[in-house]
């Protein structure tokens, strides 16, 4: 059974930096669409990057553009959310999921996911 644990959460300041573990167990993500996404209080759970972990195709939400870089290890088997730059609205639990395979474009959509890890808290906060 695929499962993900994420990690590296914590509270940080405006203007902090988190570098964000997803790692898989029970399959290999090769071939596979890893996404992060992330959901604060009383909101809908919102994709924040996905990537292709054959070729490394990216996505990214609006917001975290230029702040934020998803990258693979695929030796490891693990997915990587580095954040700088966090903002407070960047507060939520983040969470990753196993999405299609060998997609033909990068969809960070919740409803394309499944096998969602349990989160990891982000808070910023000063």
């Known amino acids: 059974q695929p499962q993900f644990v994420e990690s590296g959460g914590g509270s940080v300041q405006p203007g902090g930096s988190l570098r964000l573990s997803c790692a898989a167990s029970?399959?290999?993500?090769?071939?596979?669409?890893v996404g992060w996404f992330r959901q604060a209080p009383g909101k809908t759970r919102e994709g924040v990057s996905c990537?292709?972990?054959?070729?490394?195709?990216?996505s990214y939400l609006d917001s975290v553009k230029g702040r934020f870089t998803v990258s693979r290890d695929n030796a490891k088997n693990t997915v990587y959310l580095q954040a700088h730059g966090l903002r407070s609205e960047d507060t939520a639990v983040y969470y990753c999921?196993?999405?299609?395979?060998?997609?033909?474009?990068?969809?960070?959509?919740?409803?394309?996911?499944?096998?969602w890890g349990q989160g990891t808290q982000v808070t910023v906060s000063s």
């Open positions: 999921a196993l999405g299609p395979r060998f997609p033909r474009q990068v969809r960070c959509d919740p409803q394309y996911y499944d096998h």
């Open positions: 990537i292709t972990s054959s070729d490394g195709r990216t």
């Open positions: 029970g399959f290999t993500i090769g071939g596979y669409t």
